[in-house]
């Protein structure tokens, strides 16, 4: 894992309760921002007009429409409060010193797999923004953890629900 020595935390939003720290890449920060303006900004007033359209049909016990909208701003509310305690408790950090030699988080990591020999690029982030569709690996994924602090030409193998995985790091950027 990562040392204090290691990382610069370059927003300096300090967090009272480590376990409520979110890291995150200053692309990732922004995405969050741009979900919670459009949130906040686009659809609260969208739903406020269907809620009041779904009011007029008058008798709201058995209105499927004032329920369902009901329902989408109850979840989007607290995708809202989600939004915002992510970004409270954010913290954008790069590496240092070692950046380009071991993996860490930002690095886009070039594996290749033992057992098929294809090769695959992945790029460390937080949980925040993980998304295995977009190849985007969390540090705290099974693969993750044992790629971090690995460096160029390591072997690592880890299991997971699909089975145990062997793979040798050929690239790091």
């Not at 007009?49 to 049909?57: G, H, N, P, Q």
């Not at 590496?95 to 594996?111: D, E, F, N, T």
């Amino acid at each position: 894992m990562l040392s204090s020595d290691d990382l610069v935390v370059t927003d300096q939003k300090v967090a009272t309760d480590d376990k409520k720290t979110v890291l995150v890449t200053r692309d990732g920060l922004k995405k969050l921002r741009e979900e919670l303006d459009y949130l906040k900004d686009v659809r609260r007033k969208e739903i406020a007009e269907r809620l009041k359209e779904a009011i007029s049909y008058g008798d709201l016990s058995e209105n499927s429409e004032y329920e369902e909208a009901k329902n989408e701003q109850a979840f989007m509310e607290g995708r809202i409060f989600e939004l915002e305690e992510k970004i409270k408790y954010a913290q954008i950090i790069e590496a240092k010193h070692q950046k380009g030699r071991v993996v860490q988080l930002g690095a886009l990591v070039r594996l290749r797999d033992l057992s098929s020999n294809k090769e695959e690029e992945y790029t460390m982030v937080g949980s925040t923004e993980a998304d295995s569709l977009a190849r985007r690996v969390s540090n705290d994924s099974p693969i993750g953890k044992v790629l971090m602090e690995k460096k160029v030409g390591d072997v690592v193998s880890y299991k997971a629900p699909g089975g145990k995985f062997q793979y040798k790091i050929v690239g790091l950027k």
